[in-house]
């Protein structure tokens, strides 16, 4: 596993934890606290913000929830303190994406929570063939030999608002099952997130139908469900691993397709370096802009929650692409 990240002491760990839950959830108590307080909500872990938006928006007040992935943090190789492991296993409910995280499906796994929501099982997944799927941080995979196991489909399937419906609906079902005395606010909280996600996916539709270009960069591989909802074509400088450092081949490779594809500008994203895009954007005489893969939210997103982003995420894309 890759240790770039190490493990901050618990005390930081704690002391972050409690500072993102005054920010995240407001209306919810001391995360330590609501474990088994007796306050009479249902105690949901969510693994990162994708999954932390859907426990909130369909859990509305009767869910306290806390994240595993701290805002700011990129959440591809989290690595858990104990007491994240420990919080964790008193919880009544987990949200997580099997395959994004090892080290939650691990807690997972070993815990006995009674509510295991993966939502990886809710949708569909896809294999995204010709991006390299190192999440574990190697360098660079040989070709996709692994087809068809687990650890080859794309693990980035929230960036496509008509996916992430569908798990909204089953994180719903989870949640009438577990709590079935709030049954009918989890059915109502879901339908009027997935009519704010239906009217994203029209705008979308929209937005992108006619453009000069079809081919985005970006840094990493986070797009593919969303490029192949709308028609387009991504190419990312790095695989699936947003911190993988990518060959000279590859950015050669970048730069004639940057000419031949009509490709204007490079994405970055807010929670990984941008050097190797501003490089890449320099050489070949491309504008950056940020395209966000929505792995957190922290003060430097361009929006409050997933619709926002989303919402930027659409006019940068129609700006790069020459939307008419
Ligand atoms: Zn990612």
Redesign the pocket.
Known sequence: MNVRRRPISGIAVAAVTALGLGTLSACSGDSAEASGGGDGKLDVVASFYPMQYLAEQIGGDHVNVTTLTEPGQEP?DLELSTKQTAELGKADAVLYLKS?QPAVDEAVAQSGVKTKIDAATLTELENHGDVEHDHGGEEEHAESEEEGSESTLD??VWLDPVKYAEIAEGVATALEKADPDHAADYKKNAETLTTKLDGLNTAYENGLKNTDTKVFFTN?A?FGYLAERYGLTQEAITG???ESEPSPARIKELQQEAKADGVTTVFYETLVSDKTAKTLAKDANLKTDVLD?L?GITDKSEGEDYIEVMQSNLEALKTALGAK
């Open positions: 591809h994004l693990p980035h990493h986070a699936l691993d947003p893969p792995e």
